[in-house]
């Protein structure tokens, strides 16, 4: 997917990792019945925020890593059919080390 977004201050562009929920019974959920996804991995990013200086603050996330984020945090956007968040930084709960 090439992204033609660019996120602007310490913002981050996320795609949610969505997994397939199966019971135990083995049924499928529809993602209706599912609770958001809280991981996924990370678009694009901003230049960072400026601190009371004036100075870029560098952003502790790059492109390409797993994140986890708080549940209900972003603002969820469709391009080219995906679904993805665009987060702050501190919206960022954990880098997940695989």
Do not use: C, F, W
Request: glycine share 12%; aromatic share 2%.
């Amino acid at each position: 997917m090439s992204l033609k977004l660019k996120p602007l201050g310490d913002r981050l562009v996320v795609k949610p990792h969505e997994e397939e929920e199966i019971t135990p019974g083995g049924i499928v959920l529809p993602e209706t019945a599912k609770e958001k996804p809280q991981k996924g991995e990370v678009l694009a990013v901003g230049p960072g925020s400026r601190n009371d200086d004036g100075n870029r603050v560098e952003m502790d996330v790059s492109v390409g890593d797993m994140v986890l984020y708080a549940k209900y945090g972003g603002t969820e956007i469709k391009v080219e059919g995906d679904k993805l968040l665009i987060l702050r930084e501190s919206d960022i709960l954990a880098l997940v080390e695989e």
